[in-house]
């Protein structure tokens, strides 16, 4: 495949790759000095040889080529849980900038959002529930609940200002676009991390900038899943977007769309370009919830119908079935026609395939349905069996009582055997007050309960202070997690007391506090599922082995209460009393504390040119002396007669209003 | 800013004369509208018809869904779980719990802690709760409910509630079928009663904190796992699957309340199912209808205020309060077998199931968390209460009484003239000749209260007070070979001794005794306020005791008989909060063993309070109960600034004149005719 256009992929594949490393290089060896095995830079040629060896990309790829493949991979989980993974690519290789005027299967907005911005790679994530890593092991794409979004800006002469325009309008076309309230997204919720995130597009050398911002407290409904498929070139017409029905999607305990795109340029030449666009849906179902006798199901259980078809314009649609782990009790019916092997860091995954271009080769109208069944000697007792906890757990909640301070703690739990690098990224929005001194990594053995005084020392530190209503804090922190060891980072946070009219409406529900990010390097591929970086479809994570994988996790986001007044009757009561008392203390006070001293008219404008100008300067107005009625008299006498001679050439009319306090005063007494 | 210190308001005016005059008479009407006002309280005029104010709630707006299924599996359950008490007879079956909670899907842990308990030598106790939470399908973990089951052990020597456990889990595996939660649901069981509960609570909001080995007492841990912010929480107490009625319990420590709304919630939702259920309901047969529906009202306020005084919890949901959480407990009592009432046993948990769903769908549905309706109020009957707008009258009109008089004592504070002519009255009385003649007196020099040995004395009663809360913990003290009540008693006793010795050895100099008076009432009234702002049945009921003594109390020393200040001094004297103490403890031991001859019952008593003492320091250290702080740092001080005020011991005018250089006594009569008619009063 290489040999057909020799120039560009090969070269992209290793530059990009090499940009990675550049970039893994740059940041982890730092935190994982201690534990040099996880780096250990691997030889650039290894992928390159195995991007080779593999099918990486289907089929050969020319100028203005655009290819679209589906693909649906069905996982059993533990704890009675199904997981339904779509993916549907689109790779697009339009060469020229201008070309991107004509799009075919790429949405028109993606081609005019990349026409207009210098936005290199963009991650839109709009979620509902929590991915429980414990029970269901790692996702193939990761996902924060509500929504998140970032996006890598690169391009020549591009300022910060730039950017943040940029990200902001990139925000309210998105919003538009899939519905959600992403164009709440602005400075006040944005950060530009500075470790944790890494470019996957290409050429990443160049200097480039990043954007990211969460909203967990959007939720996620059918008015996203809609504009969401609109996308896809098929529509939810056929193909397997067809199974992805609100009704079914929605009553899930998981479900995530995710949308990336990102640009692969290549090194030198601008004009040859791939656009990769990926829509991936992430389903949980469980079983317990369809009130089975059993454990069977199928996709028509699941979706609510069989698959009626692929996607015409599809190139691959092809149903990847987990068979072994929690897939290995279910039978399948009808028989997969293939099985893959699948040798990742050591792990194996069996697959059975379905390819629906093959089932639906011969016309005719028929459903395509897969069922999963248990056999029948298996009684209703579940699989009470606990499942192999993956390497890296996160959580994160509130600590303290109270409307006043809190904590917010956030524990890293390494089950694996080995020392592991990890980066910890906090978004903590304005209304929260973060206090660095306060920061803490605190460890303890996996198994006791109990922190101690026992310090991590953390490799790296990045910190962005908040500003109130203005920016967030940011924080980044890095360090070496010990085998078999859980990291506690603790944070005290002082809740701000808002305006008035800052609080929602439901006031007293909470405020949000996003969910912090979690990034780390597995050695090993136990429970790692996520797609390789060059690659672009699931199948591209088969045999995909590595030096080690980039895994990235996201904790709960967090409800803290924040001092909430009574918005109640007595409260608009004490709102406008308080106001009617600051608004009267004033001229209160300075006439309670001030003596007032009428002056009398010094001199009397002769000519009416004279009286106007003295009206425009307020020159004949009323003296108001902070000064002992008798002293002033005198004072003032002086004042008036010698043009203030005894003050020296401070004054220069007559008229001149003396407007002295009751130091001055006095001082002229002395004298 | 001037109101009070400018002379011209405080002497001379008006206002000040006439209420000298009355102030007897003041206080007295405050007094006795406070309690009147009290009592109206109960008036059906007075008070209001309960509802639900916050429309998230909606109670009943489903139809219940859990079927006579799930009450076969409680039954089965119960069945499991008393085969399993055999082999447990002092522990909990974590095992068993822990097992089925796995098996109906939920997210299974278990949490242990530890106590070390102050007394006897430091022993430790482990314990271990087991809960799991139900991972709602409709929210990412950031909120949640609470449902909890105290267990006890087959040895407890309380009332077995062991089917709570069962009825618990039976409702989770039905829970945890549906997918309509939109908060986690966490099913805890404690053990060791409030302990555990306690315990759960701390772990789950300061888990991070380092144990302090000479400070803390509990060890609570960390949670293994957590389900965000908790909203509300139901804690379960049942006798038996086939249950006679509900009492609903709401005090919590320190007598806080959860919402009314709650309550109100619980209230309709087991009315629509069909359950007897009510605020300190009892059995059927118990019930009297001959008394007034005032008789009743009153009844009812009295014993609410009475079981919130104490700022003991009635039950695990108590603890939630203080981390807002509201949170009540159900607790159901088992039907008497009568030959003509039998039930279905197939089906007899099914309607207090129903209620489980139905309050469980409810708070499923808040969308904030409580905040409407009232945190303060007293349940006069099972759909009537009492505001806090409405009841706070009654304490503000008793403790305004001492405001009013730190007014009077204020403003006639003695002057220097007067401080001179009450120096040259005792001067006069005692030799003529010492007379000094006006000539050699100093006019000019300025007479000073003396405010510094006024607020010394001050800080030394509150040091004796603060000494109160402390030293029975210290480590020296605990060493000794004693239990802890004798040591609690003996350190209190010790400390209320050097409080009463404390005005015979201590004599504050002339005009000290007046300014002490102002500073007693300021605080004084100040306290009470805020005692009665956070517990108003125990503000209130400290305030009607001894309002009557603060108000009767009088420094000066003419024109009052003797044996009433003797009677004031014996006042004083029974009302030492250690007296008061021993005396509720008497009352109730006699109210409990009336069978039992007076000595007996009185040496009972003086074990029981001492024991009582030990408690409080306990249950202020272990669980945060304030009672034992406001009796010990606020009321003892305030007694012994009480005692001092009763004494009224005074330096000699004569020592001081000779102390203090004698100054000149000018005989102004109208200032002592105006003292004169104010000591009358």
């Given at each position: 495949?290489?040999?057909?256009?020799?120039?560009?992929?090969?070269?992209?594949?290793?530059?990009?790759?090499?940009?990675?490393?550049?970039?893994?290089?740059?940041?982890?060896?730092?935190?994982?000095?201690?534990?040099?095995?996880?780096?250990?830079?691997?030889?650039?040629?290894?992928?390159?040889?195995?991007?080779?060896?593999?099918?990486?990309?289907?089929?050969?790829?020319?100028?203005?080529?655009?290819?679209?493949?589906?693909?649906?991979?069905?996982?059993?989980?533990?704890?009675?849980?199904?997981?339904?993974?779509?993916?549907?690519?689109?790779?697009?290789?339009?060469?020229?900038?201008?070309?991107?005027?004509?799009?075919?299967?790429?949405?028109?907005?993606?081609?005019?959002?990349?026409?207009?911005?210098?936005?290199?790679?963009?991650?839109?994530?709009?979620?509902?529930?929590?991915?429980?890593?414990?029970?269901?092991?790692?996702?193939?794409?990761?996902?924060?609940?509500?929504?998140?979004?970032?996006?890598?800006?690169?391009?020549?002469?591009?300022?910060?200002?730039?950017?943040?325009?940029?990200?902001?309008?990139?925000?309210?076309?998105?919003?538009?676009?899939?519905?959600?309230?992403?164009?709440?997204?602005?400075?006040?919720?944005?950060?530009?991390?500075?470790h944790l995130l890494r470019p996957q597009f290409m050429p990443a050398n160049r200097p480039r900038s990043v954007r990211y911002a969460s909203l967990p407290r959007e939720i996620v409904c059918t008015e996203n899943l809609?504009?969401?498929?609109?996308?896809?070139?098929?529509?939810?017409?056929?193909?397997?977007?067809?199974?992805?029905?609100?009704?079914?999607?929605?009553?899930?305990?998981?479900?995530?769309?995710?949308?990336?795109?990102?640009?692969?340029?290549?090194?030198?030449?601008?004009?040859?370009?791939?656009?990769?666009?990926?829509?991936?849906?992430?389903?949980?179902?469980?079983?317990?919830?369809?009130?089975?006798?059993?454990?069977?199901?199928?996709?028509?259980?699941?979706?609510?119908?069989?698959?009626?078809?692929?996607?015409?314009?599809?190139?691959?649609?092809?149903?990847?079935?987990?068979?072994?782990?929690?897939?290995?009790?279910?039978?399948?019916?009808?028989?997969?026609?293939?099985?893959?092997?699948?040798?990742?860091?050591?792990?194996?995954?069996?697959?059975?395939?379905?390819?629906?271009?093959?089932?639906?080769?011969?016309?005719?109208?028929?459903?395509?349905?897969?069922?999963?069944?248990?056999?029948?000697?298996?009684?209703?007792?579940?699989?009470?069996?606990?499942?192999?906890?993956?390497?890296?757990?996160?959580?994160?909640?509130?600590?303290?009582?109270?409307?006043?301070?809190?904590?917010?703690?956030?524990?890293?739990?390494?089950?694996?055997?080995?020392?592991?690098?990890?980066?910890?990224?906090?978004?903590?929005?304005?209304?929260?007050?973060?206090?660095?001194?306060?920061?803490?990594?605190?460890?303890?053995?996996?198994?006791?309960?109990?922190?101690?005084?026992?310090?991590?020392?953390?490799?790296?530190?990045?910190?962005?202070?908040?500003?109130?209503?203005?920016?967030?804090?940011?924080?980044?922190?890095?360090?070496?997690?010990?085998?078999?060891?859980?990291?506690?980072?603790?944070?005290?946070?002082?809740?701000?007391?808002?305006?008035?009219?800052?609080?929602?409406?439901?006031?007293?529900?909470?405020?949000?506090?996003?969910?912090?990010?979690?990034?780390?390097?597995?050695?090993?591929?136990?429970?790692?599922?996520?797609?390789?970086?060059?690659?672009?479809?699931?199948?591209?994570?088969?045999?995909?082995?590595?030096?080690?994988?980039?895994?990235?996790?996201?904790?709960?986001?967090?409800?803290?209460?924040?001092?909430?007044?009574?918005?109640?009757?007595?409260?608009?009561?004490?709102?406008?009393?308080?106001?009617?008392?600051?608004?009267?203390?004033?001229?209160?006070?300075?006439?309670?504390?001030?003596?007032?001293?009428?002056?009398?008219?010094?001199?009397?404008?002769?000519?009416?040119?004279?009286?106007?100008?003295?009206?425009?300067?307020?020159?004949?107005?009323?003296?108001?002396?902070?000064?002992?009625?008798?002293?002033?008299?005198?004072?003032?006498?002086?004042?008036?007669?010698?043009?203030?001679?005894?003050?020296?050439?401070?004054?220069?009319?007559?008229?001149?209003?003396?407007?002295?306090?009751?130091?001055?005063?006095?001082?002229?007494?002395?004298? | 800013?001037?109101?009070?210190?400018?002379?011209?308001?405080?002497?001379?005016?008006?206002?000040?004369?006439?209420?000298?005059?009355?102030?007897?008479?003041?206080?007295?009407?405050?007094?006795?509208?406070?309690?009147?006002?009290?009592?109206?309280?109960?008036?059906?005029?007075?008070?209001?018809?309960?509802?639900?104010?916050?429309?998230?709630?909606?109670?009943?707006?489903?139809?219940?869904?859990?079927?006579?299924?799930?009450?076969?599996?409680?039954?089965?359950?119960?069945?499991?779980?008393?085969?399993?008490?055999?082999?447990?007879?002092?522990?909990?079956?974590?095992?068993?719990?822990?097992?089925?909670?796995?098996?109906?899907?939920?997210?299974?842990?278990?949490?242990?802690?530890?106590?070390?308990?102050?007394?006897?030598?430091?022993?430790?106790?482990?314990?271990?709760?087991?809960?799991?939470?139900?991972?709602?399908?409709?929210?990412?973990?950031?909120?949640?409910?609470?449902?909890?089951?105290?267990?006890?052990?087959?040895?407890?020597?309380?009332?077995?509630?062991?089917?709570?456990?069962?009825?618990?889990?039976?409702?989770?595996?039905?829970?945890?079928?549906?997918?309509?939660?939109?908060?986690?649901?966490?099913?805890?069981?404690?053990?060791?009663?409030?302990?555990?509960?306690?315990?759960?609570?701390?772990?789950?909001?300061?888990?991070?904190?380092?144990?302090?080995?000479?400070?803390?007492?509990?060890?609570?841990?960390?949670?293994?796992?957590?389900?965000?912010?908790?909203?509300?929480?139901?804690?379960?107490?049942?006798?038996?699957?086939?249950?006679?009625?509900?009492?609903?319990?709401?005090?919590?420590?320190?007598?806080?309340?959860?919402?009314?709304?709650?309550?109100?919630?619980?209230?309709?939702?087991?009315?629509?199912?069909?359950?007897?259920?009510?605020?300190?309901?009892?059995?059927?047969?118990?019930?009297?209808?001959?008394?007034?529906?005032?008789?009743?009202?009153?009844?009812?306020?009295?014993?609410?205020?009475?079981?919130?005084?104490?700022?003991?919890?009635?039950?695990?949901?108590?603890?939630?309060?203080?981390?807002?959480?509201?949170?009540?407990?159900?607790?159901?009592?088992?039907?008497?077998?009568?030959?003509?009432?039998?039930?279905?046993?197939?089906?007899?948990?099914?309607?207090?199931?129903?209620?489980?769903?139905?309050?469980?769908?409810?708070?499923?549905?808040?969308?904030?968390?409580?905040?409407?309706?009232?945190?303060?109020?007293?349940?006069?009957?099972?759909?009537?209460?009492?505001?806090?707008?409405?009841?706070?009258?009654?304490?503000?009109?008793?403790?305004?009484?001492?405001?009013?008089?730190?007014?009077?004592?204020?403003?006639?504070?003695?002057?220097?003239?007067?401080?001179?002519?009450?120096?040259?009255?005792?001067?006069?009385?005692?030799?003529?000749?010492?007379?000094?003649?006006?000539?050699?007196?100093?006019?000019?020099?300025?007479?000073?209260?003396?405010?510094?040995?006024?607020?010394?004395?001050?800080?030394?009663?509150?040091?004796?007070?603060?000494?109160?809360?402390?030293?029975?913990?210290?480590?020296?003290?605990?060493?000794?070979?004693?239990?802890?009540?004798?040591?609690?008693?003996?350190?209190?006793?010790?400390?209320?001794?050097?409080?009463?010795?404390?005005?015979?050895?201590?004599?504050?100099?002339?005009?000290?005794?007046?300014?002490?008076?102002?500073?007693?009432?300021?605080?004084?009234?100040?306290?009470?306020?805020?005692?009665?702002?956070?517990?108003?049945?125990?503000?209130?009921?400290?305030?009607?005791?001894?309002?009557?003594?603060?108000?009767?109390?009088?420094?000066?020393?003419?024109?009052?008989?003797?044996?009433?200040?003797?009677?004031?001094?014996?006042?004083?004297?029974?009302?030492?909060?250690?007296?008061?103490?021993?005396?509720?403890?008497?009352?109730?031991?006699?109210?409990?063993?009336?069978?039992?001859?007076?000595?007996?019952?009185?040496?009972?008593?003086?074990?029981?309070?001492?024991?009582?003492?030990?408690?409080?320091?306990?249950?202020?250290?272990?669980?945060?109960?304030?009672?034992?702080?406001?009796?010990?740092?606020?009321?003892?001080?305030?007694?012994?600034?009480?005692?001092?005020?009763?004494?009224?011991?005074?330096?000699?005018?004569?020592?001081?004149?000779?102390?203090?250089?004698?100054?000149?006594?000018?005989?102004?009569?109208?200032?002592?005719?105006?003292?004169?008619?104010?000591?009358?009063?």
């Amino acid at each position: 495949m290489c040999q057909l256009r020799p120039r560009p992929l090969c070269q992209r594949l290793g530059s990009l790759l090499m940009a990675l490393q550049v970039f893994l290089m740059a940041v982890l060896p730092a935190i994982a000095a201690a534990t040099p095995a996880t780096v250990g830079a691997p030889p650039p040629t290894t992928a390159p040889t195995t991007g080779g060896s593999r099918p990486n990309f289907s089929g050969p790829l020319g100028r203005s080529d655009e290819r679209f493949h589906e693909e649906l991979v069905v996982r059993p989980l533990s704890g009675d849980h199904v997981n339904t993974y779509f993916q549907f690519t689109t790779r697009w290789h339009f060469g020229k900038k201008d070309n991107l005027y004509h799009t075919q299967l790429t949405p028109r907005v993606i081609a005019e959002v990349l026409q207009q911005f210098d936005v290199k790679e963009l991650h839109i994530g709009l979620t509902q529930g929590l991915w429980r890593y414990e029970t269901w092991g790692y996702p193939i794409v990761e996902a924060t609940s509500g929504a998140e979004m970032w996006a890598w800006f690169s391009g020549d002469n591009l300022t910060a200002t730039e950017v943040d325009r940029q990200w902001g309008q990139l925000a309210n076309v998105f919003s538009g676009v899939l519905c959600a309230s992403l164009n709440f997204v602005d400075k006040t919720n944005s950060i530009s991390p500075r470790h944790l995130l890494r470019p996957q597009f290409m050429p990443a050398n160049r200097p480039r900038s990043v954007r990211y911002a969460s909203l967990p407290r959007e939720i996620v409904c059918t008015e996203n899943l809609t504009p969401w498929k609109k996308l896809l070139p098929c529509g939810s017409a056929s193909g397997f977007a067809s199974l992805l029905n609100s009704g079914h999607v929605h009553n899930t305990k998981y479900h995530s769309l995710g949308l990336k795109v990102r640009m692969l340029c290549e090194d030198h030449l601008e004009d040859n370009c791939i656009v990769e666009l990926t829509q991936t849906a992430n389903l949980v179902y469980d079983l317990r919830l369809f009130e089975l006798s059993n454990n069977d199901f199928s996709l028509r259980r699941l979706f609510g119908m069989g698959l009626n078809g692929f996607c015409e314009l599809a190139e691959s649609s092809k149903i990847y079935v987990q068979r072994n782990e929690q897939g290995q009790k279910y039978s399948l019916v009808p028989q997969p026609t293939q099985e893959v092997k699948s040798i990742r860091g050591g792990h194996l995954v069996v697959y059975a395939v379905y390819d629906m271009l093959e089932q639906f080769k011969d016309p005719g109208e028929r459903l395509f349905n897969i069922a999963w069944l248990t056999p029948k000697n298996e009684n209703r007792r579940r699989n009470l069996m606990k499942p192999t906890l993956p390497p890296v757990t996160v959580h994160r909640y509130l600590l303290g009582n109270g409307q006043e301070r809190g904590r917010i703690a956030t524990e890293v739990t390494n089950n694996h055997y080995e020392a592991l690098p990890i980066l910890v990224q906090e978004l903590v929005p304005w209304y929260v007050h973060a206090y660095l001194h306060t920061l803490k990594i605190r460890r303890k053995p996996q198994r006791v309960n109990e922190y101690t005084r026992r310090w991590l020392p953390f490799k790296l530190l990045h910190y962005t202070p908040g500003k109130q209503r203005e920016l967030p804090s940011h924080l980044e922190i890095g360090f070496t997690l010990p085998g078999q060891t859980s990291a506690l980072i603790t944070i005290d946070v002082d809740y701000l007391l808002l305006k008035w009219l800052e609080y929602p409406p439901d006031a007293n529900h909470g405020h949000y506090i996003g969910a912090a990010m979690v990034s780390t390097q597995l050695p090993m591929g136990r429970n790692y599922t996520a797609l390789p970086p060059e690659g672009h479809l699931f199948e591209h994570s088969f045999n995909a082995t590595r030096p080690n994988y980039v895994l990235s996790l996201h904790t709960e986001a967090l409800i803290v209460s924040l001092p909430t007044p009574d918005f109640s009757m007595p409260y608009n009561v004490i709102c406008l009393a308080c106001t009617v008392v600051a608004l009267a203390f004033g001229p209160i006070h300075s006439v309670a504390t001030k003596v007032i001293v009428v002056g009398r008219q010094a001199s009397a404008p002769k000519n009416f040119v004279r009286k106007i100008l003295g009206k425009i300067f307020r020159r004949n107005t009323v003296q108001v002396r902070a000064a002992a009625a008798a002293a002033a008299g005198a004072a003032q006498a002086e004042a008036l007669r010698g043009g203030g001679g005894g003050r020296g050439g401070g004054r220069t009319a007559a008229d001149q209003p003396i407007l002295e306090d009751l130091r001055e005063e006095e001082e002229q007494e002395q004298d | 800013m001037g109101l009070l210190s400018d002379p011209s308001i405080s002497t001379q005016s008006k206002l000040v004369d006439g209420l000298a005059r009355h102030v007897r008479k003041v206080c007295l009407v405050l007094y006795v509208a406070g309690v009147v006002w009290f009592f109206c309280l109960a008036l059906p005029e007075f008070n209001h018809g309960t509802y639900l104010s916050e429309n998230a709630l909606s109670p009943g707006l489903v139809y219940p869904e859990i079927r006579v299924d799930a009450n076969r599996l409680a039954i089965q359950l119960l069945e499991e779980l008393h085969r399993e008490r055999t082999n447990h007879v002092s522990t909990t079956p974590h095992a068993w719990i822990a097992a089925k909670m796995n098996e109906f899907g939920l997210e299974t842990h278990t949490h242990n802690y530890t106590l070390r308990y102050p007394f006897g030598g430091g022993k430790e106790y482990h314990g271990k709760n087991v809960y799991g939470i139900l991972r709602a399908p409709r929210i990412a973990s950031t909120e949640g409910i609470v449902f909890t089951a105290p267990y006890r052990a087959a040895s407890s020597v309380h009332t077995d509630i062991s089917p709570s456990v069962p009825l618990l889990l039976a409702f989770a595996d039905f829970a945890r079928r549906k997918n309509y939660w939109a908060k986690d649901l966490i099913f805890l069981v404690t053990e060791q009663e409030q302990l555990g509960m306690q315990a759960w609570l701390e772990a789950y909001h300061d888990g991070d904190r380092v144990p302090d080995a000479n400070r803390t007492y509990l060890r609570p841990g960390n949670l293994p796992a957590r389900a965000g912010s908790l909203q509300a929480a139901l804690n379960i107490e049942v006798q038996d699957l086939e249950i006679d009625y509900v009492d609903v319990r709401i005090e919590g420590l320190n007598g806080k309340l959860p919402n009314l709304d709650m309550f109100n919630l619980v209230q309709r939702i087991m009315a629509r199912e069909g359950i007897a259920s009510g605020y300190k309901q009892a059995p059927r047969k118990k019930r009297r209808h001959s008394q007034s529906v005032y008789e009743q009202n009153l009844r009812g306020m009295l014993s609410m205020l009475a079981s919130q005084a104490s700022g003991v919890p009635t039950g695990n949901h108590g603890l939630f309060h203080r981390y807002r959480i509201d949170a009540l407990t159900i607790a159901a009592a088992r039907r008497q077998t009568h030959a003509t009432l039998k039930g279905n046993p197939g089906s007899a948990a099914v309607p207090l199931l129903k209620a489980i769903e139905g309050i469980s769908r409810s708070l499923n549905n808040l969308l904030e968390r409580f905040h409407q309706s009232f945190f303060f109020y007293v349940i006069v009957n099972n759909d009537r209460y009492i505001s806090i707008g409405d009841y706070m009258p009654a304490l503000v009109a008793l403790v305004a009484c001492a405001f009013v008089k730190a007014y009077l004592k204020w403003a006639t504070l003695p002057s220097a003239s007067e401080m001179e002519a009450a120096a040259a009255a005792a001067s006069a009385a005692g030799s003529e000749s010492e007379l000094p003649s006006p000539g050699e007196a100093e006019p000019d020099e300025p007479f000073d209260l003396p405010y510094g040995s006024v607020l010394i004395y001050l800080v030394a009663t509150l040091a004796i007070g603060y000494l109160c809360n402390v030293l029975p913990l210290q480590q020296y003290f605990l060493e000794i070979p004693m239990g802890a009540a004798p040591l609690t008693t003996s350190v209190l006793s010790f400390l209320s001794l050097i409080g009463f010795i404390l005005p015979f050895v201590v004599v504050l100099p002339p005009g000290g005794l007046e300014l002490l008076h102002v500073a007693f009432l300021l605080i004084y009234g100040c306290a009470m306020i805020a005692i009665g702002l956070l517990n108003f049945a125990l503000g209130f009921f400290v305030a009607v005791l001894t309002v009557p003594l603060v108000i009767s109390l009088e420094t000066s020393e003419e024109n009052t008989k003797s044996s009433f200040r003797n009677s004031i001094r014996l006042l004083t004297l029974i009302l030492n909060p250690m007296m008061i103490v021993y005396v509720i403890v008497l009352a109730m031991t006699f109210y409990q063993f009336p069978e039992l001859p007076m000595q007996k019952i009185m040496l009972r008593a003086a074990t029981a309070a001492m024991d009582a003492s030990a408690y409080g320091l306990i249950d202020s250290v272990i669980y945060g109960n304030f009672l034992y702080f406001v009796v010990s740092t606020v009321l003892l001080p305030l007694w012994i600034l009480c005692w001092t005020l009763a004494l009224s011991k005074r330096r000699d005018y004569a020592d001081y004149l000779d102390f203090d250089e004698a100054p000149s006594p000018q005989p102004p009569a109208p200032p002592a005719q105006r003292q004169a008619k104010l000591k009358r009063n």
